[in-house]
């Protein structure tokens, strides 16, 4: 079996980068433009071939960049569109790749296409968003549906000047863009795609990308009673229209060869993810699945206790998302991590301090192991874990976190013993812990600006920072390295290969094969703290086993597991 066409975004392991919190050039407290170029060396050490940038377009910043209100500008923060051309520039001279954030399904209500839009009933960009009379119940007025905002509230919002509610799925200043409208469409595609295309990137990360095509806008059906709102991803997610709008979308995408993935929320049918990603369709090239990430959260993301996930839920899931590629046309991707998620280390082993870089190491070589393209978020080679406990919620800047902890203190009118739930739910699944200061090195502010961080940096930066770990090959970042580096030897089974589960019940270890024509190998992985004996699944106990790599230095392959121990093996 060969895969015939191999492209170049397949095999690509991709660097996600927050430009607020990566590296301050000029001691203003936030991450910009220059710090990325200044850091190009660190990034390529790491043996990453593609950089993603998340949103660096002018903003208001009320979702961190996600809310643009010029898609043509950079947040003057973070630079200028000059220095955008300097970084896709020296990028592109080293064989990097760039890809930015396409956040097409809304804008900022700053944009000049939403202050048009409100100005007037009759203005001629008025179709442009999406505005709805009111509905009268008992004379009471209400919002045209009963839909859930993923950020709380209702996802309308009252305009007093034109007497109508707008849509928006996330903040209200977040106004969703109206896809319908041809006109809108292209406007999109000039302003937010051909803008950076002629500029030279090499792709998109495509934002909410199913979100495009809204359907009828039915009330969703009454899953929590004590809310007037109501959940309703099934209904916003992968409307009517979604391949209609991606096929035309990847006409212009397609001129210039740009790579795509795309965030593909609340979508469990994989029929639906496959006619995506599938090659012949021509939509997108590949997306991110949420099955792992959402594994342990509550009917709200938050409400939740945290760790609330067997390890048997996780294979699944991870399975799940495997499967894409098998016998289809369609690719997939590997990710732990990114700006809406909390740490892998904190979540899925143990950020305790005799456990961390054994879990960070574990969670490489797991990753590592897996097929499809590898994305790793800013910090995640270091091994950054979630800040801690003791942080109070003055800490948290993230609307999706903050509003939460609103909706918890009006809900329960202040109970001390449901605000300390949601605390600690916070503490272990905001989105706020991807995004404090990259730990640079263990001087104030972790090396990461002159001055007082936008967010604290982390308080173990002694324990772990990148300009140490560049010099320790026994390091998270050392080993990241070194597995990178095994995963393009190995591509074949490690980057194509299919992937199965064996013992799928066993609470403490993950054990999955990997196979390539007559190619074969097997990782173990102890999801433990605890030392276990090696015991080699049933169904491979015939094949001889050659150890390939442990996460632990100075391991012979036959003896038991310590703690978070990982092992790939190549069987024959
Ligand atoms: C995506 C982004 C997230 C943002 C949301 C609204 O989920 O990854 O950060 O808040 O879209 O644009
Ligand atoms: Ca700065």
């Not at 990148?466 to 970042?477: E, F």
């Not at 390295?481 to 095994?486: H, P, Q, S, V």
């Amino acid at each position: 079996m060969t895969i015939p066409d191999r492209k170049w975004w397949q095999s690509a392991t991709v660097y996600q980068i927050y430009p607020a919190s990566f590296k301050d050039s000029n001691g203003d407290g936030v991450g910009d433009l220059q710090g990325i170029i200044s850091e190009l060396d660190y990034i390529q050490s790491i043996g990453v071939d593609v950089i993603w940038i998340c949103p660096m377009y002018d903003s208001p910043q009320v979702d961190m960049g996600y809310d643009i209100s010029d898609y043509e500008k950079v947040y003057p923060p973070y630079g200028t569109v000059a220095d955008m051309e300097e970084l896709i520039q020296k990028c592109h001279e080293r064989g990097l790749r760039v890809l930015l954030d396409l956040v097409v399904n809304h804008t900022s209500d700053q944009h000049a296409w939403f202050q048009e839009s409100r100005s007037s009933k009759d203005n001629p960009k008025r179709d442009w968003y999406i505005w709805r009379p009111a509905r009268y119940v008992n004379g009471e007025r209400k919002p045209p549906n009963n839909w859930l905002g993923n950020f709380m509230g209702s996802v309308w919002e009252w305009d007093e000047h034109t007497q109508e509610y707008y849509l928006h799925l996330f903040c209200p200043e977040q106004p969703d863009l109206n896809w319908e409208n041809p006109e809108t469409r292209q406007a999109i595609y000039k302003s937010a795609m051909e803008f950076w295309l002629e500029r030279g990137v090499d792709g998109f990360r495509v934002d909410t990308v199913n979100m495009y095509s809204k359907g009828e806008m039915l009330d969703a059906p009454v899953t929590d009673p004590r809310s007037e709102w109501q959940f309703a991803g099934l209904q916003y997610c992968n409307g009517p229209r979604m391949h209609e709008f991606l096929s035309e979308m990847n006409q212009v995408l397609e001129k210039y060869d740009a790579m795509t993935v795309g965030e593909c929320p609340h979508t469990p049918d994989m029929s639906r993810v496959l006619k995506y990603v599938s090659a012949k369709e021509k939509q997108l090239n590949m997306v991110f699945q949420f099955d792992v990430v959402d594994i342990g959260q509550g009917p709200y993301k938050f409400q939740t206790t945290p760790k609330n996930y067997t390890l048997p839920q996780l294979k699944h899931a991870i399975h799940t998302t495997q499967s894409l590629h098998r016998g289809t046309d369609a690719w997939t991707t590997v990710f732990l991590e990114n700006h809406d998620q909390s740490r892998s280390i904190t979540r899925f082993t143990s950020d305790a301090p005799e456990h961390r870089v054994a879990g960070g190491k574990l969670l490489s070589l797991m990753m590592t192991a897996l097929s499809g393209t590898m994305f790793i978020y800013q910090g995640q080679e270091i091994g950054m874990v979630n800040f801690p406990l003791e942080w109070g919620m003055e800490e948290y800047k993230d609307v999706d976190s903050t509003n939460y902890y609103k909706m918890v203190a009006e809900r329960t009118h202040n109970d001390p013993v449901e605000l300390e739930a949601a605390h600690k739910s916070l503490q272990h699944l905001a989105r706020d812990h991807a995004r404090v200061p990259l730990s640079w090195d263990s001087t104030p502010n972790a090396g990461f600006s002159a001055s007082k961080p936008w967010m604290r940096s982390l308080p173990d930066t002694a324990a772990c920072n990148a300009r140490a770990q560049q010099k320790d090959p026994s390091s998270v970042l050392g080993f990241w390295k070194r597995m990178l580096a095994l995963r393009r030897q190995y591509a074949d089974l490690l980057i194509y290969g299919d992937f199965d589960v064996l013992e799928k019940e066993d609470p403490e270890v993950f054990y999955f094969t990997k196979t390539y024509g007559t190619k074969k190998a097997l990782a173990v992985l102890n999801f433990t703290d605890r030392e276990l004996a090696l015991r080699i699944p049933e169904e491979v106990r015939d094949q001889k086993a050659e150890l390939l790599v442990s996460s632990v230095d100075g391991r012979a392959g036959d003896e038991g597991l310590v703690a978070w121990e990982g092992r790939v093996y190549l069987l024959s």
